[in-house]
């Protein structure tokens, strides 16, 4: 659905780690059936990559590790980590080697931790050139990036653009910056700060002949993220790192993160997405993989759960089924398969029609359905264990060649019947709808 925009395509990872391509491809459409391996070789965008940053200090080497390894098992693609001191860099000669996922260091103001970090092992550098004090310093560390193959962020974000050291300059330029505030040119004003400073960094990759570079640019207004990074990708043809700063509590940063990414995922433009808030980055993780499989961006790996919103009809307690039901099948299904956890018979089944496995609750028990076939009738304390076993049976055979995904649908009828309205499909066979055109959402 989505016309992904062509980029260069960049290359991080190693055999033991796994390969992560980001970007790259020909103008063609989404690649859904590519893994993350296999865009290159038949040129098409690679699939949008999902990364997320550690929380814990990454000099406490266990933690690190254990915190990275939890992520990667959450399903993150990159994980990063910060490197503010000797001791971080330090550590991540031992962290490195103990984890099987590629790893960014991310380094403000000393160029030595990005030295230290390319010479640990890393397989990309985060860097904000704005904080580095020496030009000749950002050179180093692309010659040394360079040398060993290894891509470099280039992100700026609203916070770095205006002049820090110097008092007066910083006054100057903040004054500059409220005077066209103050006349409605707040966010105009602002993205031309952003894209002179990111056009004045490039310059300088530009200029080693360093091409091995993703862009972000980050703010923490949605609408103004969409905007920016639109004009971002006009004037540069680099890989994309999408992603809201300083998003706020996970109850308001994931909406207003995934406001601005999917605005933009719609549009083809961002090749890799980290969500970002104030909370356990697993959780980060699952969402920005939740935002690439709902937009068709990824093939699903696990389930698909689907869920009524529940209503006065309802007769268990849905909301904690549903909860142990994700939780329960997360652990252990491979296969996305789809899963309806329904709270009655009456809108129901119409609306669990496609899932492969689907559980009707009524009247304190459930009635649990397998592609169509009506398996078992359950009390309401025993619809987690038996979903759960159905679930595992139906992966075996879906494993071993049995039964195919989505290929019988739950197919009841209702106790409430469509009645004489008729279905949708009887309202276009009387011509009451004489065309309907398909939506098309993004474009430029
Ligand atoms: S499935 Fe039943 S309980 Fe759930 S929202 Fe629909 S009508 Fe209400």
Redesign the pocket.
């Known amino acids: 659905m989505f016309e992904r925009r062509p980029t260069r395509q960049i290359v991080l990872g190693d055999e033991r780690v796994g390969i992560v391509r980001i970007g790259g491809g020909a103008p063609t459409a989404r690649h859904p059936e590519a893994t993350l391996d296999s865009a290159a070789e038949d040129g098409g965008p690679a699939p949008v990559v999902v990364q997320t940053m550690t929380a814990g200090y990454t000099y406490d080497v266990d933690a690190c590790v254990m915190e990275i390894n939890k992520l990667a098992a959450a399903g993150a693609d990159v994980v990063r980590v910060a490197v503010p001191e000797k001791k971080d860099t330090a550590a991540l000669k031992e962290i490195i080697p103990r984890v099987r996922v590629a790893i960014v260091a991310d380094v403000h103001f000393h160029f030595q931790r990005a030295l230290e970090a390319v010479e640990a092992g890393v397989h990309k550098i985060r860097l904000n050139p704005g904080n580095i004090s020496d030009r000749a310093q950002v050179d180093e560390v692309i010659d040394a990036c360079k040398a060993q193959g290894i891509p470099i962020r280039v992100g700026v974000n609203e916070g770095s653009i205006i002049e820090r050291k110097d008092k007066q300059q910083r006054k100057e330029e903040l004054g500059k910056f409220f005077e066209k505030s103050n006349v409605g040119g707040h966010n105009a004003h602002l993205l031309a700060l952003m894209i002179v400073k990111l056009e004045e960094y490039m310059d300088i990759f530009t200029a080693r002949d360093f091409h091995d570079v993703c862009i972000s640019a980050k703010s923490m207004d949605a609408a103004f993220v969409v905007d920016v990074y639109r004009e971002v990708s006009r004037r540069f043809d680099y890989p994309l790192h999408l992603g809201v700063t300083h998003a706020g509590p996970k109850e308001t940063g994931a909406i207003r993160s995934i406001a601005a990414l999917s605005g933009l995922l719609c549009q083809g433009i961002g090749d890799t997405v980290r969500i970002s808030y104030a909370n356990d980055p697993v959780f980060e993780v699952e969402d920005g993989l939740e935002l690439c499989y709902s937009l068709s961006l990824r093939e699903r790996k696990g389930v698909d759960l689907i869920a ?7 007769q268990v307690d ?1 909301f904690t089924l549903v909860q142990d039901v994700r939780k329960k099948l997360a652990a252990d299904i491979r296969v996305p398969m789809k899963v309806a956890v ?7 089944p119409g ?1 669990a029609e496609g899932a492969d496995v689907a559980v009707f609750a009524g009247d304190r028990k459930g009635i649990i359905y397998v592609q169509g076939e009506r398996v078992a009738n359950v009390t309401e304390e025993e619809i987690l264990e038996r979903l759960h076993a159905e679930c595992m049976a139906f992966q075996d055979r879906v494993e071993r060649g049995e039964a195919k995904l989505g290929e019988k649908v739950v197919e009841i009828v209702p106790p409430d019947p469509i009645g004489e309205l008729g279905s949708g499909e009887a309202i276009i066979a009387r011509g009451d709808v004489s065309t309907v055109t398909p939506l098309t959402v993004g474009g430029e």
């Open positions: 009524c919103p529940t209503c006065g009809r309802i849905l329904m709270g009655c018979v009456v809108n129901g609306e």
